[in-house]
């Protein structure tokens, strides 16, 4: 594990691949090209369709498409026969645009869903339909993710469903034992996190594993080359808890499966902490905040040393070349320097680490809620160092490189 942490802690704190749709207008307004008789009978094609879904009632929700559509009516079946195991609470449409042309309609809507027991909020897609009318009814006659979205895990293949006490466990295309260790590792992830954020989370995760890694990339709405080594990534919105989409743990079957047991914890405790920490981060949160406190939660508590958990840095700092600031944002991006992405990670570990170590634990999580509390980046990280850590940036980086030392020259 020491040797491949640049490979098992990615993260996405941003919102990526489940097509995350912009604000809709709201209820009643006017929508150019369509009149208010087009919206309701279109949205009653859609509502009768998020019906068969809840109800699984096939015939019901193939009605709802052209029948002159042969290939489309073909991977519709086959898509709703692929989710029915997945235990929904909510589905439903929101259209935000309409544009007709005579007979003929395009519509911009909103996919909205729950999973029972385990979102408290829906994930979101956005959606564009292609629509037919005949004879006073809307058929659907395409659907596709806007905007180049990204592929539902139902549309990859059948849904295998496993159940843990504190985690879902979605695959497609991998055996059921794999499936079910997952879930075991998940559920041990889930009160490590909750152990260090004690502020209120779902206390509950929902993973997905897709087949491949090119699969893993479908997902992601991204090419799956640049998750390649990455274990698992975690998608969702930035922002209050119930105000955005719930998170989903993506993982990559070829990387997560490759590593060893004490490798698989860290990574789905990092994930899990990216999941706890949502609501309480938002663009004013450095990277190196979210991903160290994320590193932070998974290594706390076992005996790896600081050389183990940061070999990158720790040669960097051996050689005397010590970091002369906190990690930059930039640092955590994708490239080729798969080294300055590990040294990154393990300088904002090593930085909640100190305030862990210094300030105590509370004034971490406290230090952590506090910045995403802010609405500009620098103010927002100068505001909390003062208030809750009670110094200032430069004292505590000079403090960091200091503790870099400590920690990693020895």
């Keep these: 594990m020491a040797g491949h942490g640049r490979t098992v802690r990615r993260a996405v704190r941003r ?31 859609l509502d009768g369709r998020a019906a068969a879904v809840l109800g699984h009632d096939e015939s019901s929700y193939l009605a709802a498409l052209d ?21 929904l609470r909510s589905w439903e449409y929101r259209l935000s645009q309409v544009k007709r042309q005579g007979a003929r309609a395009v519509a911009e809507a909103e996919l909205r ?52 006490k504190r985690s879902l466990v979605l695959g497609v295309g991998q ?47 991204a090419p799956a080359a640049g998750y390649r080594g990455i274990a698992a990534v ?30 698989r914890g860290i990574v789905l405790t990092h994930e899990a902490a990216h999941v706890a920490t949502r609501g309480y981060t938002s663009a004013a949160t450095p990277m190196w905040l979210s991903e160290g406190f994320a590193d932070w939660a998974a290594y706390r508590g076992t005996d790896r040393s600081a050389g183990q958990t940061a070999p990158e840095l720790q040669r960097a700092v051996v050689r005397g070349d ?20 590990a040294r990154a990670y393990e300088g904002g570990w090593l930085a909640c680490e100190l305030i862990a170590a210094r300030w105590g634990e509370k004034k971490l999580t406290s230090f952590y809620r506090a910045v995403g509390a802010g609405k500009h980046r620098e103010a927002a990280v100068e505001k909390a160092m003062a208030d809750v850590l009670g110094t200032t940036r430069e004292d505590f980086t000079v403090r960091w490189r200091e503790y870099l030392r400590e920690r990693l020259d020895g």
């Design 175 to 221: 055996d059921t034992a794999r499936l079910r260790a997952l879930a075991a590792d998940a559920d041990r992830a889930v009160p490590a996190v909750s152990d260090a954020w004690p502020a209120p989370w779902a206390r509950r995760v929902v993973i997905l594993v897709p087949a491949s890694l090119n699969a893993m990339g479908g997902l992601l709405g």
């Design 234 to 263: 975690t998608t969702g919105e930035t922002g209050a808890t119930g105000t955005v989409p719930a998170d989903r743990v993506i993982v990559n079957p070829e990387a997560y499966g490759a590593l060893g047991d004490f490798g």
């Design 15 to 45: 919102a990526v691949g489940l097509g995350l749709a912009a604000a809709l207008l709201a209820s009643g307004c006017a929508v150019p090209g369509a009149s208010d008789t087009t919206m309701r009978d279109i949205q009653r094609t």
């Design 113 to 164: 869903y729950r999973i029972d027991g385990y979102d408290t909020v829906p994930v979101t897609a956005s959606r564009t339909l292609e629509l037919a009318e005949r004879e006073g009814r809307w058929y659907i006659t395409a659907d596709r993710a806007s905007k180049q979205g990204a592929q539902h895990l139902w549309q990859q293949g059948d849904v295998e469903v496993v159940r843990g």
């Design 67 to 87: 029948p002159g559509a042969p290939a489309l009516r073909a991977t519709e079946r086959r898509e709703f026969r692929n989710l029915a195991d997945v235990p």
């Design 322 to 341: 010590v970091p002369a600031a906190l990690p930059s944002d930039e640092d955590f991006a994708f490239g080729d320097d798969g080294d300055r992405l």
